[in-house]
């Protein structure tokens, strides 16, 4: 099975910055589509960065495009966010999500990792 853990996150300044990581274990060879989704207490679960195949393309929030990068060392079996120009508005539990290709959509989660900003 497949299993994904979260960490970096923390406590930050508006305007610093985090970098997330996404440890994926189990078997990760059907595994197409990673990506990172985002919470804030009494809001709907939001998608902010996508990636397909390893890079071949990404998709970014509109909120965040400019400030996060996603990326993806398969090497290292593990995704990142690089969170820049962090806002207030960016404090959320942060999610890491990976998803089969025959898959409709994203069917696996990790546990989260909190992020705030003030």
């Known amino acids: 099975h497949v299993q994904l853990v979260e960490s970096g996150g923390g406590s930050v300044q508006a305007g610093g910055s985090l970098r997330l990581s996404c440890a994926v274990s189990g078997y990760t060879y059907s595994l197409t589509y990673m990506g990172w989704f985002r919470q804030a207490p009494g809001k709907e679960r939001e998608a902010?960065?996508?990636?397909?195949?390893?890079?071949?393309?990404?998709?970014?929030?509109?909120?965040?495009?400019?400030?996060?990068?996603?990326?993806?060392?398969?090497?290292?079996?593990?995704?990142?966010?690089?969170?820049?120009?962090?806002?207030?508005?960016?404090?959320?539990?942060?999610?890491?999500?990976?998803?089969?290709y025959s898959d409709p959509d994203f069917g696996y989660w990790g546990r989260g990792t909190q992020v705030t900003v003030s």
């Open 48 to 100: 902010v960065a996508t990636i397909y195949a390893g890079g071949i393309s990404t998709s970014y929030a509109d909120s965040v495009k400019g400030r996060f990068t996603i990326s993806q060392d398969n090497a290292k079996n593990t995704v990142y966010l690089q969170m820049n120009s962090l806002k207030p508005e960016d404090t959320a539990m942060y999610y890491c999500a990976a998803r089969q």
